[in-house]
Protein backbone atom coordinates (compact mmCIF):
# COMPACT_ATOMS: atom_id res chain seq x y z
CA UNK A 1 0.00 0.00 0.00
CA UNK A 2 2.79 2.41 1.03
CA UNK A 3 4.25 2.01 -2.80
CA UNK A 4 1.40 2.39 -4.11
CA UNK A 5 0.98 6.13 -2.39
CA UNK A 6 4.62 6.52 -3.36
CA UNK A 7 3.82 6.27 -6.84
CA UNK A 8 0.69 8.32 -6.94
CA UNK A 9 2.36 11.15 -4.97
CA UNK A 10 4.83 11.29 -8.17
CA UNK A 11 2.40 11.14 -10.94
CA UNK A 12 0.61 13.85 -8.69
CA UNK A 13 3.82 15.77 -8.49
CA UNK A 14 4.67 15.14 -12.42
CA UNK A 15 0.77 17.08 -13.32
CA UNK A 16 2.22 19.61 -10.92
CA UNK A 17 4.73 20.72 -12.54
CA UNK A 18 2.91 20.57 -16.02
CA UNK A 19 -0.09 22.67 -14.76
CA UNK A 20 0.37 26.33 -15.53
CA UNK A 21 -1.66 28.82 -13.42
CA UNK A 22 -4.75 30.47 -14.68
CA UNK A 23 -4.02 34.20 -14.22
CA UNK A 24 -7.55 34.94 -15.19
CA UNK A 25 -9.32 32.42 -13.49
CA UNK A 26 -7.23 33.60 -9.96
CA UNK A 27 -7.60 37.28 -9.62
CA UNK A 28 -11.33 36.96 -10.76
CA UNK A 29 -11.83 35.20 -7.76
CA UNK A 30 -9.20 37.64 -5.85
CA UNK A 31 -11.31 40.53 -7.36
CA UNK A 32 -14.63 38.66 -5.89
CA UNK A 33 -13.44 38.44 -2.72
CA UNK A 34 -12.23 42.61 -2.22
CA UNK A 35 -15.14 43.26 -3.63
CA UNK A 36 -17.39 41.81 -1.10
CA UNK A 37 -15.09 42.74 1.63
CA UNK A 38 -14.79 46.04 0.37
CA UNK A 39 -18.68 46.82 0.61
CA UNK A 40 -18.80 45.27 4.19
CA UNK A 41 -15.54 47.55 5.07
CA UNK A 42 -18.14 50.67 3.55
CA UNK A 43 -21.33 49.47 5.56
CA UNK A 44 -19.47 49.21 8.58
CA UNK A 45 -17.92 52.67 7.95
CA UNK A 46 -21.36 54.37 8.49
CA UNK A 47 -20.75 54.04 12.11
CA UNK A 48 -17.70 55.51 12.88
CA UNK A 49 -18.42 58.83 14.34
CA UNK A 50 -16.47 58.66 17.06
CA UNK A 51 -12.30 57.91 18.23
CA UNK A 52 -13.99 54.60 20.02
CA UNK A 53 -15.79 54.01 16.83
CA UNK A 54 -12.81 54.08 14.60
CA UNK A 55 -10.22 51.93 17.05
CA UNK A 56 -12.64 50.14 19.15
CA UNK A 57 -15.39 48.95 16.51
CA UNK A 58 -17.44 50.92 19.08
CA UNK A 59 -16.98 48.00 21.90
CA UNK A 60 -19.54 46.25 19.91
CA UNK A 61 -18.27 42.86 19.46
CA UNK A 62 -19.74 39.37 21.12
CA UNK A 63 -17.17 37.50 22.66
CA UNK A 64 -17.68 34.75 19.54
CA UNK A 65 -17.73 37.77 17.10
CA UNK A 66 -14.32 38.98 18.86
CA UNK A 67 -12.53 35.25 18.98
CA UNK A 68 -13.29 34.96 15.22
CA UNK A 69 -12.07 38.28 14.41
CA UNK A 70 -8.69 37.39 17.07
CA UNK A 71 -8.17 34.07 15.20
CA UNK A 72 -8.35 35.80 11.69
CA UNK A 73 -5.46 38.43 12.78
CA UNK A 74 -3.27 36.03 14.38
CA UNK A 75 -3.94 33.41 11.85
CA UNK A 76 -1.73 35.59 9.46
CA UNK A 77 0.50 34.75 6.52
CA UNK A 78 2.54 32.76 8.85
CA UNK A 79 0.45 30.32 9.85
CA UNK A 80 -1.18 29.51 6.54
CA UNK A 81 2.18 29.79 4.08
CA UNK A 82 4.58 29.82 6.28
CA UNK A 83 4.15 26.57 8.46
CA UNK A 84 2.55 24.69 5.49
CA UNK A 85 5.80 25.73 3.62
CA UNK A 86 8.06 24.87 6.52
CA UNK A 87 6.74 21.72 7.59
CA UNK A 88 6.50 20.16 3.64
CA UNK A 89 10.37 21.34 3.51
CA UNK A 90 11.65 21.25 7.20
CA UNK A 91 9.28 18.29 8.83
CA UNK A 92 8.77 18.14 12.44
CA UNK A 93 10.72 21.65 13.00
CA UNK A 94 8.17 23.17 10.68
CA UNK A 95 5.56 21.89 13.08
CA UNK A 96 7.32 23.80 16.24
CA UNK A 97 5.89 27.08 15.12
CA UNK A 98 2.08 25.74 15.39
CA UNK A 99 2.74 24.66 19.20
CA UNK A 100 4.79 27.90 19.64
CA UNK A 101 1.52 30.22 18.48
CA UNK A 102 -0.90 27.83 20.04
CA UNK A 103 0.87 27.68 23.54
CA UNK A 104 1.54 31.29 23.52
CA UNK A 105 -2.29 31.64 24.03
CA UNK A 106 -2.72 30.20 27.13
CA UNK A 107 0.18 33.12 28.37
CA UNK A 108 -2.31 35.93 26.59
CA UNK A 109 -5.23 34.12 28.56
CA UNK A 110 -3.83 33.50 31.79
CA UNK A 111 -1.98 36.99 32.50
CA UNK A 112 -3.37 39.89 30.18
CA UNK A 113 -6.63 39.48 28.28
CA UNK A 114 -9.00 40.14 30.89
CA UNK A 115 -6.18 42.79 32.90
CA UNK A 116 -5.87 44.66 29.71
CA UNK A 117 -9.19 44.92 28.81
CA UNK A 118 -9.98 46.47 32.35
CA UNK A 119 -7.52 48.78 32.03
CA UNK A 120 -7.00 50.18 29.36
CA UNK A 121 -8.65 52.21 26.29
CA UNK A 122 -7.62 51.92 23.20
CA UNK A 123 -3.81 51.21 23.05
CA UNK A 124 -1.30 49.06 24.88
CA UNK A 125 -0.17 52.75 25.82
CA UNK A 126 -3.12 53.42 27.96
CA UNK A 127 -2.56 49.96 30.20
CA UNK A 128 1.29 50.74 30.78
CA UNK A 129 1.13 54.86 31.27
CA UNK A 130 -1.80 54.19 33.80
CA UNK A 131 -0.17 54.80 37.32
CA UNK A 132 3.20 55.59 35.77
CA UNK A 133 4.81 59.37 33.90
CA UNK A 134 2.20 59.82 30.76
CA UNK A 135 4.83 61.35 28.38
CA UNK A 136 7.97 59.13 28.80
CA UNK A 137 5.78 55.67 28.78
CA UNK A 138 3.52 56.46 26.31
CA UNK A 139 6.58 57.44 24.03
CA UNK A 140 8.18 54.58 24.41
CA UNK A 141 5.12 52.52 24.27
CA UNK A 142 4.17 53.74 20.96
CA UNK A 143 7.81 53.37 19.68
CA UNK A 144 7.43 49.40 20.51
CA UNK A 145 4.59 49.25 19.20
CA UNK A 146 5.22 51.00 15.82
CA UNK A 147 8.79 48.55 16.13
CA UNK A 148 6.34 45.07 16.56
CA UNK A 149 4.03 46.40 14.03
CA UNK A 150 6.69 47.19 11.17
CA UNK A 151 8.48 43.63 12.10
CA UNK A 152 5.04 41.97 11.46
CA UNK A 153 3.95 43.82 8.33
CA UNK A 154 7.44 42.68 6.77
CA UNK A 155 5.95 38.92 7.21
CA UNK A 156 2.73 39.53 5.20
CA UNK A 157 4.07 41.88 2.48
CA UNK A 158 6.88 38.72 1.64
CA UNK A 159 4.08 36.56 1.92
CA UNK A 160 1.92 38.29 -0.36
CA UNK A 161 4.36 38.85 -2.62
CA UNK A 162 5.44 35.56 -2.85
CA UNK A 163 1.34 34.34 -2.90
CA UNK A 164 -0.02 36.90 -5.88
CA UNK A 165 3.04 36.02 -8.06
CA UNK A 166 2.25 32.30 -7.54
CA UNK A 167 -1.05 33.12 -8.56
CA UNK A 168 -0.39 35.21 -11.79
CA UNK A 169 2.84 33.47 -13.01
CA UNK A 170 4.92 36.37 -12.09
CA UNK A 171 8.58 35.87 -11.71
CA UNK A 172 11.33 38.10 -10.75
CA UNK A 173 12.02 41.18 -8.17
CA UNK A 174 10.14 43.61 -10.51
CA UNK A 175 7.01 41.72 -10.82
CA UNK A 176 6.77 41.15 -7.42
CA UNK A 177 7.81 44.67 -6.15
CA UNK A 178 4.52 45.70 -7.72
CA UNK A 179 2.33 43.28 -6.36
CA UNK A 180 3.21 44.04 -2.84
CA UNK A 181 2.65 47.78 -3.74
CA UNK A 182 -1.05 46.91 -5.04
CA UNK A 183 -1.43 44.74 -1.76
CA UNK A 184 -0.50 47.73 0.13
CA UNK A 185 -2.68 50.49 -1.11
CA UNK A 186 -5.72 47.87 -0.77
CA UNK A 187 -5.10 47.60 2.85
CA UNK A 188 -5.00 50.96 3.51
CA UNK A 189 -8.16 51.80 1.72
CA UNK A 190 -9.88 49.00 3.95
CA UNK A 191 -8.44 51.01 7.16
CA UNK A 192 -9.02 54.27 5.96
CA UNK A 193 -12.32 53.41 4.81
CA UNK A 194 -13.45 51.20 7.77
CA UNK A 195 -11.60 51.60 10.47
CA UNK A 196 -11.91 49.05 13.49
CA UNK A 197 -15.44 47.99 12.57
CA UNK A 198 -14.43 47.72 9.04
CA UNK A 199 -11.51 45.87 9.80
CA UNK A 200 -12.95 43.26 12.36
CA UNK A 201 -15.40 42.42 9.76
CA UNK A 202 -13.04 41.20 6.88
CA UNK A 203 -10.96 39.47 9.88
CA UNK A 204 -14.75 37.33 10.70
CA UNK A 205 -15.11 36.40 7.13
CA UNK A 206 -11.46 36.04 6.87
CA UNK A 207 -11.21 33.57 9.31
CA UNK A 208 -14.63 31.39 8.37
CA UNK A 209 -12.92 31.40 4.73
CA UNK A 210 -9.41 29.90 5.85
CA UNK A 211 -10.61 27.96 9.13
CA UNK A 212 -13.43 26.35 5.88
CA UNK A 213 -10.78 26.02 3.33
CA UNK A 214 -8.13 23.99 5.35
CA UNK A 215 -10.52 21.82 7.46
CA UNK A 216 -11.67 20.86 3.71
CA UNK A 217 -8.09 20.06 2.29
CA UNK A 218 -7.28 17.96 5.39
CA UNK A 219 -9.81 15.86 4.68
CA UNK A 220 -8.87 15.53 1.28
CA UNK A 221 -5.54 14.83 2.00
CA UNK A 222 -6.27 12.50 4.53
CA UNK A 223 -9.05 10.70 2.28
CA UNK A 224 -6.21 10.33 -0.67
CA UNK A 225 -4.02 8.29 2.19
CA UNK A 226 -6.74 6.28 3.58
CA UNK A 227 -7.39 9.01 6.52
CA UNK A 228 -4.06 7.14 7.80
CA UNK A 229 -2.25 10.06 9.17
CA UNK A 230 0.99 6.97 9.18
CA UNK A 231 0.08 6.50 5.67
CA UNK A 232 0.65 10.40 5.24
CA UNK A 233 3.42 10.72 7.11
CA UNK A 234 5.23 7.43 4.78
CA UNK A 235 4.27 9.21 1.65
CA UNK A 236 5.98 12.19 2.83
CA UNK A 237 8.75 10.62 3.76
CA UNK A 238 9.30 8.99 0.30
CA UNK A 239 8.98 12.72 -1.39
CA UNK A 240 11.39 13.94 0.37
CA UNK A 241 15.33 14.33 -0.43
CA UNK A 242 15.81 13.89 3.92
CA UNK A 243 13.95 10.47 4.51
CA UNK A 244 12.92 9.41 7.94
CA UNK A 245 14.52 13.01 9.38
CA UNK A 246 11.41 14.98 8.46
CA UNK A 247 9.66 13.47 11.02
CA UNK A 248 12.32 13.91 13.76
CA UNK A 249 13.92 17.32 15.45
CA UNK A 250 16.89 18.44 14.04
CA UNK A 251 16.75 19.30 10.29
CA UNK A 252 16.25 23.15 10.41
CA UNK A 253 17.33 23.89 14.34
CA UNK A 254 20.05 21.39 14.71
CA UNK A 255 21.40 24.27 17.49
CA UNK A 256 19.44 23.41 21.06
CA UNK A 257 19.87 27.28 21.66
CA UNK A 258 18.38 28.38 18.63
CA UNK A 259 15.84 26.26 18.73
CA UNK A 260 15.00 27.34 22.37
CA UNK A 261 15.48 30.83 21.54
CA UNK A 262 12.45 30.81 18.99
CA UNK A 263 10.50 28.68 21.51
CA UNK A 264 10.49 31.65 24.23
CA UNK A 265 9.86 33.98 21.51
CA UNK A 266 7.08 32.35 20.05
CA UNK A 267 5.44 31.01 23.57
CA UNK A 268 5.75 34.54 24.97
CA UNK A 269 5.21 36.87 22.12
CA UNK A 270 1.81 37.03 21.57
CA UNK A 271 1.39 38.46 24.84
CA UNK A 272 2.83 41.10 24.14
CA UNK A 273 1.57 41.86 20.11
CA UNK A 274 -0.21 45.07 20.13
CA UNK A 275 -2.19 44.59 17.42
CA UNK A 276 -3.58 41.37 19.29
CA UNK A 277 -4.14 43.47 22.32
CA UNK A 278 -6.24 45.71 20.82
CA UNK A 279 -8.94 43.53 19.92
CA UNK A 280 -9.97 42.93 23.46
CA UNK A 281 -10.77 46.98 23.66
CA UNK A 282 -13.70 45.84 21.40
CA UNK A 283 -15.92 43.84 23.88
CA UNK A 284 -18.34 45.74 26.14
CA UNK A 285 -17.24 43.93 29.14
CA UNK A 286 -14.50 41.71 30.41
CA UNK A 287 -16.41 38.74 29.99
CA UNK A 288 -16.73 38.59 26.78
CA UNK A 289 -13.15 39.39 26.81
CA UNK A 290 -12.81 35.93 28.29
CA UNK A 291 -15.14 34.22 25.83
CA UNK A 292 -13.28 36.45 23.38
CA UNK A 293 -10.04 34.29 23.90
CA UNK A 294 -11.30 30.78 24.74
CA UNK A 295 -13.13 30.62 21.32
CA UNK A 296 -9.77 32.47 20.17
CA UNK A 297 -7.64 29.45 21.55
CA UNK A 298 -10.56 26.31 20.03
CA UNK A 299 -10.14 27.55 16.72
CA UNK A 300 -6.55 28.34 16.37
CA UNK A 301 -6.10 24.99 18.13
CA UNK A 302 -8.22 23.38 15.26
CA UNK A 303 -6.23 25.09 12.64
CA UNK A 304 -2.57 24.69 14.13
CA UNK A 305 -3.58 20.45 13.81
CA UNK A 306 -4.64 20.88 10.10
CA UNK A 307 -1.80 22.76 9.59
CA UNK A 308 0.17 19.91 10.28
CA UNK A 309 -1.76 17.66 7.54
CA UNK A 310 -1.48 20.16 5.35
CA UNK A 311 2.45 20.30 5.80
CA UNK A 312 2.74 16.84 5.05
CA UNK A 313 0.83 16.53 2.99
CA UNK A 314 2.36 19.23 0.56
CA UNK A 315 5.64 17.76 1.14
CA UNK A 316 4.37 13.94 -0.57
CA UNK A 317 1.77 15.55 -3.12
CA UNK A 318 4.21 18.44 -4.44
CA UNK A 319 7.27 18.00 -3.14
CA UNK A 320 9.84 19.96 -1.61
CA UNK A 321 11.74 20.61 -4.77
CA UNK A 322 8.68 21.79 -6.81
CA UNK A 323 7.58 24.28 -3.83
CA UNK A 324 11.33 25.63 -3.16
CA UNK A 325 11.33 25.97 -6.77
CA UNK A 326 8.10 27.91 -7.34
CA UNK A 327 7.64 31.71 -7.30
CA UNK A 328 7.49 32.75 -3.64
CA UNK A 329 9.46 29.56 -2.42
CA UNK A 330 8.62 27.99 0.80
CA UNK A 331 5.16 30.19 0.99
CA UNK A 332 3.96 28.76 -1.84
CA UNK A 333 3.32 25.06 -0.44
CA UNK A 334 -0.35 25.26 0.43
CA UNK A 335 -1.38 26.74 -2.90
CA UNK A 336 0.60 24.26 -4.85
CA UNK A 337 -1.25 21.77 -2.59
CA UNK A 338 -4.34 23.18 -3.57
CA UNK A 339 -3.61 22.88 -7.28
CA UNK A 340 -2.70 18.88 -6.72
CA UNK A 341 -6.19 18.42 -5.50
CA UNK A 342 -8.44 20.44 -7.03
CA UNK A 343 -6.53 21.74 -9.53
CA UNK A 344 -6.88 25.79 -10.82
CA UNK A 345 -10.32 25.89 -9.30
CA UNK A 346 -9.40 24.88 -5.66
CA UNK A 347 -5.97 26.77 -6.04
CA UNK A 348 -7.37 30.15 -6.64
CA UNK A 349 -10.01 30.00 -3.70
CA UNK A 350 -7.09 29.08 -1.57
CA UNK A 351 -5.17 31.58 -2.88
CA UNK A 352 -7.79 34.19 -2.37
CA UNK A 353 -8.18 32.87 1.25
CA UNK A 354 -4.79 32.80 1.78
CA UNK A 355 -4.91 36.89 0.33
CA UNK A 356 -7.77 37.71 2.44
CA UNK A 357 -5.44 36.51 5.61
CA UNK A 358 -2.70 38.63 4.58
CA UNK A 359 -5.31 41.63 3.95
CA UNK A 360 -7.08 41.27 7.21
CA UNK A 361 -3.25 41.29 9.06
CA UNK A 362 -1.87 43.34 7.20
CA UNK A 363 -5.25 45.90 7.88
CA UNK A 364 -4.90 45.30 11.91
CA UNK A 365 -1.71 45.67 12.42
CA UNK A 366 -2.43 49.24 10.08
CA UNK A 367 -5.20 50.36 12.46
CA UNK A 368 -3.03 49.56 15.68
CA UNK A 369 0.33 51.25 14.10
CA UNK A 370 -2.16 54.36 13.36
CA UNK A 371 -3.41 54.32 16.62
CA UNK A 372 -0.56 54.12 18.54
CA UNK A 373 1.01 57.22 16.95
CA UNK A 374 -2.40 59.03 16.73
CA UNK A 375 -3.11 58.56 20.04
CA UNK A 376 -0.27 57.78 22.13
CA UNK A 377 2.06 60.77 20.23
CA UNK A 378 0.16 63.01 19.13
CA UNK A 379 -3.18 63.28 21.25
CA UNK A 380 -1.46 62.51 24.57
CA UNK A 381 2.55 63.41 23.94
CA UNK A 382 2.14 66.05 21.48
CA UNK A 383 -0.91 67.94 22.15
CA UNK A 384 -1.23 66.60 26.14
CA UNK A 385 -4.91 65.23 26.01
CA UNK A 386 -5.64 68.58 24.14
CA UNK A 387 -7.50 67.13 20.83
CA UNK A 388 -10.57 66.29 19.63
CA UNK A 389 -11.56 62.65 18.66
CA UNK A 390 -12.49 63.84 15.06
CA UNK A 391 -8.99 65.72 15.39
CA UNK A 392 -7.15 62.65 16.38
CA UNK A 393 -9.38 60.10 13.47
CA UNK A 394 -7.36 62.73 10.76
CA UNK A 395 -3.82 62.18 12.09
CA UNK A 396 -3.98 58.29 12.23
CA UNK A 397 -5.58 58.20 8.62
CA UNK A 398 -2.55 60.20 7.43
CA UNK A 399 -0.22 57.75 9.40
CA UNK A 400 -1.91 55.14 8.21
CA UNK A 401 -0.87 56.02 4.52
CA UNK A 402 2.79 56.88 5.93
CA UNK A 403 2.64 53.34 7.57
CA UNK A 404 1.63 51.83 4.24
CA UNK A 405 4.32 53.46 2.63
CA UNK A 406 6.80 52.09 4.34
CA UNK A 407 5.65 48.65 4.67
CA UNK A 408 5.39 48.17 0.94
CA UNK A 409 9.28 49.42 0.66
CA UNK A 410 9.76 47.15 3.80
CA UNK A 411 7.91 44.60 2.21
CA UNK A 412 10.02 44.80 -1.33
CA UNK A 413 13.22 44.31 0.76
CA UNK A 414 12.39 40.98 2.30
CA UNK A 415 11.10 38.86 -1.16
CA UNK A 416 11.88 35.30 -0.44
CA UNK A 417 12.35 34.90 3.21
CA UNK A 418 9.78 32.35 5.33
CA UNK A 419 7.12 34.03 6.43
CA UNK A 420 6.90 32.23 9.49
CA UNK A 421 10.63 33.22 9.73
CA UNK A 422 9.71 36.53 9.96
CA UNK A 423 6.83 36.33 12.22
CA UNK A 424 9.21 34.70 14.96
CA UNK A 425 11.29 37.83 14.66
CA UNK A 426 8.33 40.00 15.57
CA UNK A 427 7.45 38.36 18.30
CA UNK A 428 10.84 38.05 20.10
CA UNK A 429 10.96 41.92 19.33
CA UNK A 430 7.25 41.84 21.23
CA UNK A 431 8.19 39.57 24.12
CA UNK A 432 11.67 41.69 24.78
CA UNK A 433 10.18 45.01 24.44
CA UNK A 434 6.14 45.56 25.68
CA UNK A 435 5.77 41.55 27.56
CA UNK A 436 8.18 42.91 30.75
CA UNK A 437 6.95 46.33 30.95
CA UNK A 438 2.90 45.03 30.41
CA UNK A 439 3.39 42.07 33.44
CA UNK A 440 5.25 44.66 35.52
CA UNK A 441 2.52 47.37 35.48
CA UNK A 442 -0.04 44.78 36.17
CA UNK A 443 1.47 42.74 38.96
CA UNK A 444 4.19 45.14 40.48
CA UNK A 445 3.03 47.54 42.77
CA UNK A 446 7.01 48.52 42.79
CA UNK A 447 7.61 49.01 39.23
CA UNK A 448 8.18 52.72 37.93
CA UNK A 449 8.71 55.00 35.29
CA UNK A 450 12.35 54.52 35.16
CA UNK A 451 11.73 50.63 35.06
CA UNK A 452 9.25 50.93 32.23
CA UNK A 453 11.26 53.07 29.77
CA UNK A 454 14.76 51.12 30.68
CA UNK A 455 12.31 48.01 29.72
CA UNK A 456 10.93 48.92 26.72
CA UNK A 457 13.45 50.66 25.32
CA UNK A 458 16.33 48.57 25.84
CA UNK A 459 14.29 45.58 25.28
CA UNK A 460 13.78 47.09 21.79
CA UNK A 461 17.28 48.02 21.25
CA UNK A 462 18.83 44.73 22.11
CA UNK A 463 16.28 42.68 19.75
CA UNK A 464 16.91 44.76 16.98
CA UNK A 465 21.09 44.94 17.42
CA UNK A 466 20.61 41.18 17.71
CA UNK A 467 18.40 40.46 14.61
CA UNK A 468 20.92 43.11 13.14
CA UNK A 469 24.01 40.91 13.86
CA UNK A 470 22.64 37.59 12.61
CA UNK A 471 22.40 35.05 10.22
CA UNK A 472 19.19 36.82 9.32
CA UNK A 473 20.09 40.24 8.15
CA UNK A 474 23.70 39.20 6.50
CA UNK A 475 26.08 36.22 5.87
CA UNK A 476 24.20 33.59 4.05
CA UNK A 477 22.18 32.62 0.67
CA UNK A 478 18.85 33.60 2.43
CA UNK A 479 19.85 36.57 4.51
CA UNK A 480 18.09 39.80 3.77
CA UNK A 481 21.20 41.28 2.98
CA UNK A 482 22.99 37.95 1.17
CA UNK A 483 26.16 40.23 -0.22
CA UNK A 484 27.60 41.37 2.66
CA UNK A 485 29.08 39.47 6.35
CA UNK A 486 28.49 41.38 9.43
CA UNK A 487 26.90 38.32 11.75
CA UNK A 488 28.52 38.00 15.07
CA UNK A 489 26.04 36.68 16.49
CA UNK A 490 25.23 32.69 15.84
CA UNK A 491 21.49 32.41 16.71
CA UNK A 492 18.81 33.39 14.10
CA UNK A 493 16.51 34.63 17.00
CA UNK A 494 17.63 36.61 19.77
CA UNK A 495 14.56 35.76 22.04
CA UNK A 496 16.78 33.79 24.08
CA UNK A 497 18.99 37.09 24.99
CA UNK A 498 16.87 40.28 24.94
CA UNK A 499 13.91 38.77 26.54
CA UNK A 500 15.48 38.31 29.97
CA UNK A 501 17.23 41.49 29.01
CA UNK A 502 13.94 43.45 28.98
CA UNK A 503 13.01 41.62 32.59
CA UNK A 504 16.05 42.83 33.84
CA UNK A 505 16.56 46.08 33.00
CA UNK A 506 12.61 46.66 33.91
CA UNK A 507 13.20 45.27 37.55
CA UNK A 508 17.16 47.45 38.02
CA UNK A 509 15.65 50.64 36.63
CA UNK A 510 12.80 49.94 39.11
CA UNK A 511 15.14 50.11 42.05
CA UNK A 512 18.04 52.81 40.61
CA UNK A 513 15.46 55.29 39.32
CA UNK A 514 13.48 57.60 41.11
CA UNK A 515 10.56 56.46 42.75
CA UNK A 516 7.70 59.20 42.52
CA UNK A 517 5.30 56.87 41.86
CA UNK A 518 1.96 57.61 43.38
CA UNK A 519 0.56 54.90 45.03
CA UNK A 520 -2.90 55.54 44.84
CA UNK A 521 -2.83 54.79 40.86
CA UNK A 522 -1.27 51.69 41.40
CA UNK A 523 -4.51 50.80 43.96
CA UNK A 524 -6.58 51.94 41.67
CA UNK A 525 -5.17 50.12 38.37
CA UNK A 526 -5.46 46.89 40.23
CA UNK A 527 -9.12 47.59 41.42
CA UNK A 528 -10.00 48.37 37.49
CA UNK A 529 -7.77 45.18 36.19
CA UNK A 530 -9.38 42.81 38.65
CA UNK A 531 -12.76 43.90 38.87
CA UNK A 532 -13.34 46.09 35.49
CA UNK A 533 -14.87 49.33 37.99
CA UNK A 534 -14.55 52.28 35.34
CA UNK A 535 -12.75 50.48 32.06
CA UNK A 536 -15.20 52.96 30.41
CA UNK A 537 -14.35 55.89 31.46
CA UNK A 538 -11.18 57.73 29.55
CA UNK A 539 -7.56 56.89 31.17
CA UNK A 540 -6.94 60.73 32.71
CA UNK A 541 -4.80 61.58 35.58
Not at 100 to 107: D, I, Q, R, S
Not at 285 to 309: D, M, N, P, Q
Not at 480 to 485: A, K, L, N
Request: glycine share 12%.
Amino acid sequence: MSEWFASAGSVVRAAVAEIETNPILNMSIFALFVAVTMFIVIRASRNNSSAADYYAGGRSFSGPQNGFAISGDYLSAASFLGIVGAIAVNGYDGFLYSIGFLVAWLVALLLVAELMRNTGKFTMADVLSFRLKQTPVRMAAAITTLAVCFFYLLAQMAGAGGLVSLLMGIDGKLGQSLVIAVVGIVMVLYVLIGGMKGTTWVQIVKAFLLIGGALVMAIWVLAMNGFSLNQLLESAVAASEHGDDILGPGLKYSNPLDFLSLALALVLGTAGLPHVLMRFYTVPTAKEARRSVVWAIWLIGLFYLLSLVLGYGAGALVGPEQILGAPGGVNSAAPLLANALGGPLLMGFISAVAFATILAVVAGLTITASASFAHDIYANVIKKGKVTGNGEVKVARITTLVVGALAIIGGIGVQGQNVAFLVALAFAVAASANLPTILYSLFWRRFTTTGAVLSMYGGLGIAIILIVLSPVFSGTETSVFPTIDIAVFPLSNPGIISIPAGFLLGWLGSLIGPKKEDPRLAAEMDVRSLTGHGAEKAVEH
